[in-house]
């Protein structure tokens, strides 16, 4: 055969929907963004936040690859009442 099937991390997009809050710190930044997911896929999570300019809004992308890497601490939870953490030594 010309193809194999290969095992790659994707997210789950029944844990984490648009809508949901989350905070994310990438390992680069000295400081975390919270925010709201705009939208998930497979590979990616696009997060809208709001930077301190006013009627801005800004985004960033949290990408499987990088999480599996251990590169981001993540929080997230549909209502605040109830969350889960992924953190970059890989606990959730």
């Known amino acids: 055969m010309i193809t194999k099937k290969i ?3 994707v ?3 029944a844990a ?3 809508g949901f809050f989350i905070f994310g710190k990438h390992r680069s930044w000295a400081e975390g963004l919270n925010g709201l997911v705009a939208n ?3 590979e990616e999570i696009l997060v809208q936040f709001l930077p301190d300019v006013r009627n801005v ?3 960033y ?5 990088d999480v ?3 590169e981001w601490d993540l929080r997230f939870s549909a209502d605040l009442l109830d969350g889960e953490e992924v ?6």
């Open 87 to 92: 953190t970059a030594d890989g606990a959730s």
């Open 61 to 65: 992308r949290i990408r499987v690859s």
């Open 7 to 9: 095992e790659k991390e």
């Open 68 to 70: 599996a890497n251990g």
């Open 16 to 18: 984490i929907d648009r």
């Open 11 to 13: 997210f789950n997009t």
């Open 40 to 42: 998930v896929t497979e």
């Open 57 to 59: 809004t800004n985004h």
